[in-house]
């Protein structure tokens, strides 16, 4: 057995737990150097949408239809992703997923298994999103419209415009995510493209040699 088949089965025979996987997930998000523009554009969008909401008359209400509407459009993706998911793992052919578990990624794992992760990190982060969505959906539509938190509408404004501020940044960054799921499906869908060419061209040089070599031992006819 190869090295590299035995590393492939290492890497796949075990299955972390899923509070382990949700906090793998959750890493995917965190501000780091290469994602930091869709931090800064999910935390501005936030900052918009939660001074309008909280400091709105109607906060309860209009959070509970805002949830409403996230709750269907977060559903609707993390649908779409799972059935991409379930199709790249349903297609991947035999000679593609051994050329992907050769190819190691520098200090982490092989790119099949690479791969594999982040598409269940996706997952993993819509069904955190959606969860906190339908709490707060929830519990929008027990809570009074006008209940208070303090005697103080401006402190309860501002409590409410924090809560909201971490609330929308993460909603809108797990939205934002949708362009690496993506991107991440191209770059698997070309490499496949490409490595079923390179199938053919092997093949079909095959052919073209055992043709030669056919040719090459097929006596000449003697002469009278």
């Known amino acids: 057995m190869k090295n590299d088949f035995f590393h492939a089965i290492q890497e796949f025979r075990t299955t972390e737990p899923a509070k382990k ?33 909280g400091f709105a008359n109607e906060t ?19 649908g779409c992703i799972f059935t991409v998911y379930s199709i790249l793992l349903a297609f991947l052919s035999d000679g593609y997923m051994k050329r992907l578990a050769r ?11 690479q791969s594999i992760i982040y598409y269940e990190s996706v997952l993993f982060l819509y069904f955190i999103s959606t969860g906190i969505s339908g709490a707060i959906y929830l519990i929008t539509c027990c809570v009074d419209p006008y209940a208070r938190l303090t005697s103080n509408l401006l402190l309860d404004n501002l409590l409410a415009s924090i809560f909201l501020l971490v609330y929308f940044t993460f909603s809108f960054r797990v939205f934002y995510e ?21 199938d053919f061209s092997i093949e079909s040089d095959e052919k073209d040699e055992d043709k030669h070599n056919l040719e090459d031992n097929t006596p000449d006819g003697e002469s009278d």
């Open 178 to 198: 949708v362009k690496s799921v993506i991107y991440n499906t191209i770059v698997l869908f070309r490499a496949s493209i490409a490595y079923k060419f390179i």
């Open 60 to 78: 309860v209400e209009l959070l509970s239809q805002i949830c409403d509407k996230l709750i269907s459009a977060e559903l609707a993706i993390f």
């Open 103 to 113: 190819i190691d990624i520098p200090g982490k794992t092989s790119m099949l298994k």
């Open 21 to 53: 996987l949700m906090l793998s997930a959750l890493k995917e998000i965190i501000p780091t150097k290469g994602n930091r523009f869709a931090f800064i554009i999910s935390l501005l969008l936030g900052i918009f949408v939660s001074l309008s909401v």
